[in-house]
C-alpha cells in the first residue's frame, strides 16, 4: 500500500511559478513510475508528466519547456517545477504511482492523492 500526499498548490499570478511536492508513505517508492495529472473543472483529468523508476520522464506536449518532474527516493517525495504559468494551467493536480507501462494514462496507476488546487489568475 501506498499513500500519497500532494501540497504547494495555490494561487498564482500568470506567468509566475509554483513547486508541486507529492510524499509517499509506504514500502517500494524507489520501484514505482510517480505520475502527475491535472483535472480542470467539468474536463477529464489529463496526463501533465511522470518519471519512471529509473529515472526516465515524460511530459504532455502542452507542459514541455514549463513543468519538470523529479524525485529523490530518499526522501520518498516526487516534485514538479511549473514554471511560466498560464490560465489554461488552473486545474486540480493529483500524484499518482504504479506499475503499469502506458505511464500517460491513468490506468497505469494504482494510487491516487487527494490533489491539490493550482489556480492561476490572469
Known amino acids: 500500500q501506498v499513500q500519497l500526499v500532494e501540497s504547494g498548490g495555490g494561487l498564482v499570478q500568470a506567468g509566475g511559478s509554483l513547486r508541486l511536492s507529492c510524499a509517499a508513505s509506504?514500502?517500494?517508492?524507489?520501484?514505482?513510475?510517480m505520475g502527475w495529472f491535472r483535472q480542470a473543472p467539468g474536463k477529464e483529468r489529463d496526463f501533465v508528466a511522470a518519471i519512471t523508476s529509473s529515472g526516465g520522464t515524460y511530459y504532455a506536449d502542452s507542459v514541455k519547456g514549463r513543468f519538470t518532474i523529479s524525485r529523490d527516493n530518499a526522501k520518498k517525495t516526487v516534485y514538479m517545477q511549473m514554471n511560466s504559468l498560464n490560465p489554461e494551467d488552473t486545474a486540480i493536480y493529483y500524484c499518482?504511482?504504479?506499475?503499469?507501462?502506458?505511464?500517460?494514462?491513468?490506468?497505469?496507476?494504482?494510487?491516487w492523492g487527494q490533489g491539490t488546487q493550482v489556480t492561476v489568475s490572469s
Open positions: 499518482a504511482a504504479g506499475w503499469g507501462l502506458r505511464i500517460a494514462t491513468p490506468m497505469a496507476y494504482d494510487y
Open positions: 509506504g514500502r517500494s517508492f524507489s520501484r514505482y513510475s
